[in-house]
């Protein structure tokens, strides 16, 4: 994997026509082990268990992951202070450890690193766009120092919010991708999918999508609704989608947030490797070049991408040696009847069951706010 | 965290009345994170991605586990060749280096290490007790020449195998346990729960039970066959239990390896951390007083046994310091009716939906063998 | 129930703002009883074992039907031809039985009969106007004669064949209904339902609507699209639904022709009583005023209509003194959890199982036609 | 049909080893068609309504039953006092009514008339051996009067109770049939299956076996074990099974009772006609003769087992001329996709989905009793 020269900027291998494989979810992921609290999943972990941090990155980049995310999630000062976790460690030190971590994994396989900001309270509150933006422009400053490669406003339940990111992140001269956390129905304010796509392009983003919030069928629909909307408008930018790893079939407006079993409980909701390579086949299949994944994707859903993905992009990822296409490991196994599920129709048709007769298969979520 | 002085050896704690609680399953977990093959199930990546391998021990260390089991399964010189994993690692190589970062673990924690020996394809193929017994001795020298606290003889399917294995354990000075991977209805060769914990404790072992291969609830229908069986033979060791972390309600005697899910679809089976308080206590209430996991725990898991029997032990694993007791850090959600989720009641109570409508809650496993 | 004086007739009722109740599903009622065979779902039984048509009829009667359909299902002489079914017995014979057993248990009820035509192969084979209009002439005759109240042409696929089907039976000057068994998506032509309904208006129907194929929730998501059409097409006719008693929440376009469990193994699909409350006021909140059922509506359910639409009504229906309103007799039960039952809010919230642990809860279709 | 001669009784059939088809349940099927009031489900619409018993009689005769059950389900006078349903309509009148109704319709095809007694409220309340028998001495009486052929003891829940009515029956000179609502944990005092299959011969019963309140699979289990009882104490009775038509994996000691679905909301779990194929099989492997239905059975299961072992009886009910075995009748349907059902192949090994995704597939019972 050692790249000789210069890598290859994010625009540079999009404009190419190349896939970018995205990184998966870290809070839910290190929540799991033991480092991300449930609730307001600050990143704290960055400074204080950095090697949790490394080796998470690390998974992810051997799976295949093109880019390293910075582990900066809800990393502004107005939330750590709300979250009451972070004690005296400041947003400062995390965004700072966070991109030396993600810079020191990229360096192991010649990805890119992508800074990560996120939505903030302070809009919620004051939707005062200087307040905000300055806040934003807080995070740029530690990103820029750290040099990061490009930058990702992710998780945004409001359009308005993530220009103002966009159009903070863009003065950077570095390239912008900007995915919101909404539903098929459009933003909080239900502004269309399509209009918000074109506003994110016309603040400055590169690169549009979705994140977080639904699973990647209802995700595509949003993309494909968002695409719709750039055509019809003659603007031009690349699709991304990095959605949840957990089936939400039933989910309204609200996303998973309203679910039952959120975010503690969601364990029988977890998509298989399988149904990675649908969602990377039909990510593909609708003109999205940035695929990627959210919370409930652990490092092997992201391989499943890349190994869906492998003839596009002409090669596996190195956690592919540990890993059998389709299930061809199993033939080495000793029982008859295991040995011949080592093929692909047999994952591919598979309906696999919950064990669990006394739960249904669909909540009964909460009203969508 | 840091112990002063000589640590307790596991009888020490076992007999004091001390509850213990053991790590999880790495094999699945490493093949999630990409350094194990599914099939063969080897760990060569001890020694090809020792950080790998530390950070789980880690995980499972901050969960609240008291013994770091080495990274040695299925690590007999016989399977190692079978699965064609291996190239020029040998097997004692892999051994050595499992014993050091579980040491290396172990120490960060105060707590034991354990060496772990598992069934070999000798047994099945030849049935031969010298050439059997010879495998583990080959093992035992290089958990001798590391200095282990314990041994554990896990994932035997047939009693006899595992009488052999203790046999030769014991012979090390040092304490052993022993746990089939079997069914309520007894070992392959249906030889009883409680004919099987008798013969172990004769062979020489100290703690008995079960690991892998079936559910919580199924594997305490067994232990307590198996302490049935004691009582009435007037045998007194000690009970362990390290199930699976998936919900296998449907499975017959020949366990998960039945299931059309294994190995590669089990995600909709995985259990709450809420399932795991619930088998914790009801292991505890049984009498079993080493309490563990094996597939499908991931650190999260054994955090939640360690914080179900916190009261009997008098202290919460570090890894709660990221974690509120039943939901509670959800307390400080922005929305409503999540935070109204942090509560006990709410958890133990739910019954979470799958998210796939169109796949059954039981599967119809492969006729058992 | 003996009524004086004049019966109203169906449109002075709805006109006058009444709501009219529809009876439940023939052909597969009787084929549970053994009088019809699926397949060719023919009428024969009305000559053959007219006690068995009778009994049913008044069991609908029972439950509050103010209409009596003739049970005259695919009663069309090119149908009986081709199911092989009918041996010597003429359609005509049938539709006279089918007649004449209607009246006799309509006159027991003060309630009117409606003459019931159907769809004809005759139109997928030859889509001759001339030639389908004749066989409904034809089956105009024994009607008008027989001097049913009003007209049912249901079960049509095709709005083309339905708009024939009323431009022959508004030639008798009585009151003609039309439904067809169509998806939102439209009929087999993909004609809207709005378009749909205009175009049945405009033939002559006074009552325009669905039957048969999908639930009542995909009913009344079709009738909604029927009424916005003729709304904006400023023609006002009355509706009509008679929905499936099964649900069929995955259905496509090909309604439950499609599904697996057609037609031999519906059972666990079949809707509770309950389920009929809530679909009887949907389907009168969006203003249908003509509320029945089709296939799998047995006389229980069509009673749960009548007890839905009592306080509308006036009045609850005779079989309405074998039954408590919302499980209230239960309160005799010996058993004190039974007993407690006797309540609306436990049965209208009750989630009820299947017992089929191993079977899914959504079936994957056939692919639509 | 029409038999010439006299007709053999029970015992000379069972004795001669034919297959005894007993009918379905009647008090189910008569509240869904709107006669019965679920809770006391008292008989009184023999007298109120005999045309709705009547054609019920006829379609389980069509069905293949070769007994009428009269309709005198919980036809005690302390039973119907305290149902507060029959007005001035006496115990007396009810049975008398439900004698002639069997026996008129049993003259039609040849079958035998079989007087139906079950449970008393006396008995729980008073425990009094004397005033039990002087109520099930009454009932006798009527039925002598009416010369029904044999007496079947049916739905006791203690076995003492049902030991009553058997010595009480048995005076008549009639042979006598007993069936308990029981599991295989045995009577409502823990009486093993095997004591009261036993107790029930030794009182003079020459039929003995199950019926209601749990499954075929649960009603086969507990009839093996009353088979095993009487083989262990060397005693020889005729085997009788007459199950609920509904799925109830789940349930405990308790049956159906205990289910939060009884009794308004069984809907899903009601069983197919394939389903009771594999029943109708299963039941005559074990040795069972006497095979038939309770609640849940409409006529088209009782067909089902006639249709099943028919190969063993040497004939298909009536109702088959409007069925065809195994679904063949589709044969003649004109799409292809429901064509290709037309086997056997097809039904049997179709999972069935309920089409209900906010429904679990098992409930929680309400604790035994």
Redesign the interface.
Known sequence: MALKGKKKGILERLDGGEVVIGDGGYVMAL??????????WTPEAAVEHP??VR?LH??FL??GADVMQTFTFYCSDDKLG???RVGSISGQQINEAACDLAREVANEGGTLVAGAISQT?CY?DSTSEGKVKEIFKKQLDVFMQKDIDFFIAEFFQHVEEAEWAVQVLVSSGKPVGATLCISPEGDQNRVSPGDCAVRLAKAGASMVGVNCHL?PTCGLKTVRKMKDGLEAAGVKVHLMLQPLG?????CNHGGY??????????????????DMHKYAREAYDLGIRYIGGCCGF???HI?ALAEELAPERGFLP??SE???LW?S???????P??KE?ANRKY?ET???????????????P?ES?
């Open positions: 929540e799991r082990r033991g480092y991300v609290t449930a609730g307001h090697e949790a080796q690390r998974e051997r799976a709300i979250s009451g309270p919620t699973d957990f089936n939400t079939p039933e947030l309203t679910l039952p079993e959120f975010p503690l409980a969601l364990e029988s909701r977890a998509m298989t490797r399988w652990e490092p092997y391989r190195p956690g540990k890993h059998g299930g490991a199993l033939i080495g196994h000793q029982l009847w295991v599920k994952w598979l309906l696999p069951a919950s064990g669990r007769p006394k739960c249904p298969s669909m909540a009964i909460h706010f």
